[in-house]
């Protein structure tokens, strides 16, 4: 699918993954809504991208863990007279620590952002697409989507929503013209993973970029594919290890990579 003059939806737009995807759809001459909760990041990537490509860039500054949320952002795209033909649910976050001992209102945050609103969001956004007869979904899910993450298990957990969601949604839709990717980063070098939390995990001791992630992931988008893992070694693990180990075996070394160095 050509992305001039196309508009896009991207969760999560204020930083990492979210905002390189943001400059690549402007780069495509696509326009932008983009959301999340720190107004001076978004506007600063608004006044980049209007310049730099002369693309219209909308912000929306909004909590996604807000009861409502996804119903606000269909609106307030509804009020600027947009038609969605694309949309990126990437807004997400990890939570790092044994579960029994965790801030149970952190988990439950962390489902809504990155299982409930991603899921809101598609039912409200992909019947117009389907009538439309065309349009993008593209989920930001995980490598650890493919195995229990011990020490971050709601947040893998979460992501095996995504993957799982998505690949079923994907076949759901063949043949309307609308496609739905889940794309699959392992680590990489992004506020996320530079929490306090994340930094010293044996994870993230090696990690590809942002802007790599978002140039693989969009282009799978554009492409219509269903699922995509960037990095070769990331693919050989999740396609490969993942599959042919025993579930034992990989959660007890997903245990391990989440532990402290
Ligand atoms: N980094 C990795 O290693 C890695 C690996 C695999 C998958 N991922 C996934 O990639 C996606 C993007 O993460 P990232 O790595 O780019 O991290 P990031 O730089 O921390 O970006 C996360 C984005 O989500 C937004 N967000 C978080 N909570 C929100 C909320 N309650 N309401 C609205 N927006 C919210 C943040 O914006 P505000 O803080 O401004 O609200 C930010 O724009 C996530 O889904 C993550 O799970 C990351």
Same mark, same amino acid.
């Given at each position: 699918?050509?992305?001039?003059?196309?508009?896009?939806?991207?969760?999560?737009?204020?930083?990492?993954?979210?905002?390189?995807?943001?400059?690549?759809?402007?780069?495509?001459?696509?326009?932008?809504?983009?959301?999340?909760?720190?107004?001076?990041?978004?506007?600063?990537?608004?006044?980049?991208?209007? /310049?730099?490509?002369?693309?219209?860039?909308?912000?929306?500054?909004?909590?996604?863990?807000?009861?409502?949320?996804?119903?606000?952002?269909?609106?307030?795209?509804?009020?600027?007279?947009?038609?969605?033909?694309?949309?990126?649910?990437?807004?997400?976050?990890?939570?790092?620590? #044994?579960? +029994?001992?965790?801030?149970?209102?952190?988990?439950?945050?962390?489902? /809504?952002?990155?299982?409930?609103?991603?899921?809101?969001?598609?039912?409200?956004?992909?019947?117009?697409?389907?009538?439309?007869? +065309?349009?993008?979904?593209?989920?930001?899910?995980?490598?650890?989507?493919?195995?229990?993450? #011990?020490?971050?298990?709601?947040?893998?957990?979460?992501?095996?929503?995504?993957?799982?969601?998505?690949?079923?949604?994907?076949?759901?839709?063949?043949?309307?013209?609308?496609?739905?990717?889940?794309?699959?980063?392992?680590?990489?070098?992004?506020?996320?993973?530079?929490? #306090?939390?994340?930094?010293?995990?044996?994870?993230?001791?090696?990690?590809?970029?942002?802007?790599?992630?978002?140039?693989?992931?969009?282009?799978?988008?554009?492409?219509?594919?269903?699922?995509?893992?960037?990095?070769?070694?990331?693919?050989?693990?999740?396609?490969?290890?993942?599959?042919?180990? #025993?579930?034992?075996?990989?959660?007890?070394?997903?245990?391990?990579?989440?532990?402290?160095?």
């Amino acid at each position: 699918m050509t992305m001039e003059r196309k508009t896009a939806v991207v969760t999560g737009a204020s930083s990492g993954i979210g905002a390189e995807l943001a400059r690549i759809h402007a780069a495509h001459g696509g326009s932008l809504v983009m959301i999340a909760r720190r107004r001076e990041k978004l506007e600063a990537l608004k006044a980049e991208l209007e /310049k730099t490509y002369g693309i219209a860039a909308y912000v929306l500054v909004q909590d996604l863990t807000e009861a409502g949320a996804a119903q606000q952002v269909h609106d307030h795209v509804r009020s600027l007279g947009l038609a969605v033909d694309v949309l990126v649910n990437n807004a997400g976050f990890g939570y790092w620590g #044994p579960f +029994h001992e965790q801030d149970w209102s952190v988990n439950e945050a962390l489902i /809504k952002v990155n299982i409930l609103v991603l899921a809101a969001l598609t039912r409200i956004f992909v019947p117009e697409m389907v009538a439309r007869g +065309h349009g993008r979904v593209l989920n930001v899910a995980s490598m650890a989507g493919f195995v229990p993450g #011990p020490l971050h298990a709601v947040y893998y957990a979460s992501k095996a929503f995504v993957v799982s969601f998505s690949e079923a949604l994907a076949n759901e839709l063949a043949g309307t013209g609308v496609t739905v990717t889940a794309l699959c980063p392992g680590p990489t070098e992004t506020e996320f993973a530079r929490t #306090p939390q994340m930094r010293d995990v044996h994870l993230t001791r090696r990690m590809d970029s942002a802007r790599r992630v978002a140039v693989i992931g969009y282009e799978a988008m554009r492409r219509g594919k269903p699922l995509v893992v960037p990095g070769l070694l990331n693919k050989i693990t999740t396609h490969g290890l993942l599959r042919l180990s #025993p579930r034992r075996l990989t959660t007890r070394v997903a245990r391990r990579l989440n532990e402290k160095r």
